[in-house]
């Protein structure tokens, strides 16, 4: 009988956090710049930045410690034992076979007394409008949660991104970590439904699609003329299953207008979605941020305005 292998949540929270290009280069690994990304020389389908990874031939991706048993062919202790420099987990015997345990329904991460981390994450890094902040928060789609590590002894705070379904009921939350220093963690909460994720519904016949709710709120704030009327959808991710959601549930939808992040991966994206929705019958556009992103485009924006200004007092 096999042994089992506990990692504390904090011990697996830094190996998921390990920046992988500075981890593959001290493998040896050669990159080759891609962008903003790093490519793998010995497979050029693999593109790597901070924590985070992606295979554009196998359309999936991750995090460090998944990159680490797929690309090393590691079980999960020894992933995260190579990522922590050699640190350990314990080592538990158990007695006898467990039954596995059944999957736990989803359920919204325990929020924090207030918002005050959200609204100085979203408004003054990421240069989000505060009225657009508020009208998601006021509405229940956006919240502080405040999690606790197993041992009790650290906490963790994050902006929800809520999403409901027809009934008003929450079957979706992602988590964006509000800490400014180093890779922020991000990610669905378990359980989550795909077809429910981050949402607002207007009254147009447009449909606005994002990868992340950043951009969405991003997009806003770079358009914010009667930006209520439309529609708009973060899929957490490429898969169009939230997109589909929406247009089903809402038959005036008609126009969508795909607006994934300017690189391979969201190139790749919008071509398999572009192609979705026309076998559905209905007619797509790819709007093409000037950077990477929407919130880039946003920080650039605010950088030129800033610039223009201090020309301006000389």
Same mark, same amino acid.
């Given at each position: 009988?096999?042994?089992?292998?506990?990692?504390?949540?904090? +011990?697996?929270?830094?190996?998921?956090?390990?920046?992988? !290009?500075?981890?593959? &280069?001290? #493998?040896?690994?050669?990159?080759?710049?891609?962008?903003?990304?790093?490519?793998?020389?010995?497979?050029?389908?693999?593109?790597?930045?901070?924590?985070?990874?992606?295979?554009?031939?196998?359309?999936?991706?991750?995090?460090?410690?998944?990159? !680490?048993?797929?690309?090393?062919?590691?079980?999960?202790?020894?992933?995260?034992?190579?990522?922590?420099?050699?640190? &350990?987990?314990?080592?538990?015997?158990?007695?006898? +076979?467990?039954? &596995?345990? =059944?999957? &736990?329904?989803?359920?919204? =991460?325990? =929020?924090?007394?207030?918002?005050?981390?959200?609204?100085?994450?979203? !408004?003054?890094?990421?240069?989000?409008?505060?009225? !657009?902040?508020?009208?998601?928060?006021?509405?229940?789609?956006?919240?502080?949660?405040?999690?606790?590590?197993?041992?009790?002894?650290?906490?963790?705070?994050?902006?929800?991104?809520?999403?409901?379904?027809?009934?008003?009921?929450?079957?979706?939350?992602?988590?964006?970590?509000?800490?400014?220093?180093?890779?922020?963690?991000?990610?669905?909460?378990?359980?989550?439904? =795909?077809?429910?994720?981050?949402?607002?519904?207007?009254?147009?016949?447009?449909?606005?699609?994002?990868?992340?709710?950043?951009?969405?709120?991003?997009?806003?704030?770079?358009?914010? +003329?009667?930006? +209520?009327?439309?529609?708009?959808?973060?899929?957490?991710?490429?898969?169009?299953?939230?997109?589909?959601?929406?247009?089903?549930?809402?038959?005036?939808?008609?126009?969508?207008?795909?607006?994934?992040?300017?690189?391979?991966?969201?190139?790749?994206?919008?071509?398999?979605?572009?192609?979705?929705?026309?076998?559905?019958?209905?007619?797509?556009?790819?709007?093409?941020?000037?950077?990477?992103?929407?919130?880039?485009?946003?920080?650039?924006?605010? #950088?030129?305005?800033?610039?223009?200004?201090?020309?301006?007092?000389?």
């Amino acid at each position: 009988m096999g042994v089992y292998v506990h990692f504390t949540d904090d +011990q697996k929270y830094r190996a998921n956090n390990v920046d992988l !290009v500075d981890f593959l &280069q001290r #493998q040896g690994e050669k990159l080759i710049p891609s962008g903003r990304d790093k490519r793998l020389e010995s497979d050029h389908s693999i593109t790597v930045r901070g924590n985070e990874w992606y295979d554009h031939s196998a359309e999936s991706g991750g995090y460090a410690i998944d990159f !680490v048993r797929s690309f090393y062919g590691l079980t999960f202790p020894e992933a995260v034992t190579m990522l922590l420099g050699g640190e &350990q987990g314990e080592v538990y015997r158990p007695a006898s +076979q467990k039954k &596995q345990e =059944p999957k &736990q329904p989803f359920a919204l =991460p325990n =929020p924090h007394s207030d918002m005050r981390r959200v609204y100085a994450y979203l !408004v003054k890094t990421r240069l989000i409008d505060r009225e !657009v902040v508020n009208y998601f928060a006021r509405a229940k789609l956006l919240y502080e949660s405040c999690e606790k590590s197993k041992d009790g002894m650290k906490e963790y705070h994050n902006a929800v991104f809520v999403g409901y379904d027809e009934n008003g009921v929450p079957r979706h939350a992602h988590k964006r970590g509000l800490y400014t220093e180093g890779t922020g963690f991000k990610g669905n909460v378990d359980s989550c439904d =795909p077809n429910y994720s981050f949402h607002h519904i207007g009254t147009s016949n447009r449909l606005y699609v994002f990868e992340a709710p950043i951009d969405l709120l991003s997009y806003i704030t770079l358009h914010p +003329q009667d930006w +209520q009327e439309h529609n708009y959808v973060a899929l957490c991710g490429v898969g169009g299953h939230a997109m589909i959601w929406m247009l089903e549930q809402h038959p005036r939808l008609r126009q969508v207008s795909l607006c994934l992040d300017n690189d391979e991966a969201g190139d790749k994206a919008s071509g398999r979605l572009k192609s979705e929705l026309a076998e559905k019958g209905y007619v797509s556009e790819r709007l093409i941020s000037q950077t990477k992103d929407w919130n880039d485009d946003l920080t650039a924006a605010a #950088q030129q305005r800033h610039s223009g200004l201090g020309m301006k007092m000389v």
